[in-house]
């Protein structure tokens, strides 16, 4: 079963969202996946998460600037809905 | 839907930027090091050796020092790619930039002309170096970026001002040449402090404040058409002052002209003052934060030095130049460093170590936080601090009595952002080896 964790982190200062996500990865259950709700693009964490096994996509938001999708690629449920969802190139 | 597939190199090492921060605050006790041997003789004149060389310790040696690592750091975090030779060229930039400055404040000192050519050799190197390496970026089709608009202005008012820079510093390097450098000094510091200075500020504006003080975005609109209509009104001012006011012999000549200019770039100045003031009031999450006192204190110095001038227009002021000097280098620049260097390095420094802790979960909890990095009381007493030896700085413009004072207060600014930076540095070292002695393993489910 897959199940998306909305982190909303529009209204947080530097570092706070870095933090926020990084305490959602530690409770990451299988088949979880983050989406994260963000005012800007959050490069740096998401290069950290690539170098350690993550993968994530980032698209324009409709209410909030920007919607970034991340996702374990060794679980291969949340690996399979997310690549399928959100980056199907 | 807009899928951006990320290759990402944002992060360059810890030294980069910090080797620029921490010689930038060795240039800031120099400087006021300089003052407290002059005292009073400091404001003789504006063109005295101590002068010029305290002047270009501020702007050169910290301001422009600190503004290049800032752009090693920042330009990757935005664009998500490092400036490209950031690894091996840094350094080499860096320690021609110190030479450069070190050979140039002592040609003022010492009025030597072989230092002079040392100092045009290694400035002119370095920030021919600099420039070199922001050209990919510059050119890139990432031209729609926010960032990259910003950068490519900016390059181009640097560009313009470190030009003036070398050639006034040729005029004192080969005097023989009988180079008019004077003529060009109000127009090197023009360009430098009004564009300069506010347009990297209007781009920290946009790009840094909204990620570390939820204020809202910046129109893009609004920035492009500001940086643009001042750089305009700089181009039309160099010319005036250069082929009408220079042929003509005086100023005086057409004063409508020169004071229609001067209004334009003033209430262009005046719309940013207040559209970044508006939005630091609109904030979303009015969090205390001493760091953004310093944000205002440099909005507000500008504003002083806008009202003075106009002033000065219709009354005549003594010691203008030190007042808006004083207003515009240490009130407007230097603040927004300050509380800039006091966000960056505590942010540089957890994102460096959340970094190395990824791949060892024992050692999450050794991470420290923002505020243990740099307390928000040395925060505070940084501001105070600052604050004091501005103020003191433009009362003994009028009471030079008073010139000791305001130097023992500026060398207790610097020498305590120094400190700052420096234990939190010490505390990166320490942090880093104890994450380090943790075992690693990747993240897993």
């Not at chain 2, 205002?296 to 003594?318: C, D, I, Q």
Request: charged residues 10%.
């Amino acid at each position: 079963m897959v199940r998306e964790i909305v982190v909303d982190v529009s209204d947080l200062e530097a570092p706070q969202p870095f933090e926020e996500v990084l305490k959602q990865l530690k409770v990451l259950g299988l088949g979880d996946y983050i989406h994260m709700l963000h005012r800007k693009k959050p490069l740096p964490l998401l290069q950290m998460l690539q170098e350690n096994g993550y993968a994530s996509v980032m698209r324009k938001g409709d209410t909030i600037p920007w919607e970034i999708f991340i996702w374990n690629t060794a679980d291969p449920l949340s690996n399979e809905y997310c690549r399928s969802q959100f980056a199907p190139d | 839907m807009n899928l951006h597939k990320l290759s990402l190199d944002t992060i360059p090492p810890i030294l980069t930027p910090f080797r620029f921060f921490l010689s930038a605050l060795l240039f800031g006790v120099l400087a006021a090091l300089l003052l407290l041997y002059s005292r009073e003789d400091f404001w003789f004149t504006r063109w005295s050796n101590s002068n010029l060389a305290l002047t270009h310790l501020l702007t050169i040696g910290f301001m422009l020092m600190v503004m290049m690592g800032a752009l090693y750091q920042f330009i990757p975090v935005m664009n998500g790619q490092l400036i490209p030779g950031s690894k091996k060229l840094a350094p080499v930039i860096h320690v021609l930039m110190i030479l450069g400055v070190l050979a140039l404040v002592s040609g003022f000192l010492f009025s030597n002309s072989e230092l002079f050519q040392a100092a045009l050799a290694a400035l002119g190197t370095a920030s021919g170096l600099f420039a070199l390496s922001l050209l990919p970026l510059l050119i890139s089709r990432l031209g729609n970026q926010l960032i990259v608009y910003l950068l490519r202005v900016l390059f181009l008012v640097l560009l313009i001002t470190l030009g003036l820079g070398l050639f006034l510093l040729l005029g004192h390097a080969l005097p023989e040449l009988n180079l008019p450098y004077r003529f060009y000094t109000d127009l090197h510091v023009l360009w430098g402090l009004a564009g300069w200075v506010v347009l990297i500020i209007m781009a920290v504006s946009s790009q840094v404040t909204p990620m570390f003080y939820v204020i809202s975005e910046f129109s893009p609109r609004y920035l492009k058409i500001l940086s643009l209509l001042i750089i305009l009104t700089l181009v039309v001012m160099s010319f005036y002052t250069v082929f009408i006011s220079k042929q003509s012999g005086t100023d005086s000549a057409q004063p409508f002209i020169y004071y229609t200019l001067a209004f334009l770039l003033s209430a262009e100045l005046l719309v940013f003052v207040f559209y970044t003031l508006l939005k630091i009031a609109q904030r979303k999450r009015k969090i205390a934060d001493v760091t953004i006192n310093f944000y205002r204190l440099s909005m507000f110095s500008l504003l002083a030095a806008l009202m003075l001038w106009w002033v000065a227009v219709f009354l005549p002021l003594a010691h203008l130049t030190y007042l808006l000097a004083i207003l515009l280098i240490y009130g407007l620049a230097i603040s927004i460093i300050n509380g800039m260097l006091h966000k960056i390095v505590s942010f540089l420094i957890f994102l460096h170590l959340q970094k190395l802790s990824l791949k060892r979960p024992e050692a999450m909890t050794l991470v420290p936080n923002m505020k243990q990095v740099i307390s928000t009381r040395n925060s505070q007493i940084q501001f105070m601090l600052h604050l004091l030896s501005g103020s003191l700085l433009l009362i003994s413009v009028h009471y030079p009595a008073l010139t000791v004072l305001a130097a023992v207060f500026m060398l207790a600014n610097f020498c305590w952002l120094s400190w700052c930076l420096f234990q939190a540095y010490l505390l990166y070292l320490e942090s880093r080896k104890k994450i380090l002695a943790c075992p690693e393993i990747s993240m897993s489910l």
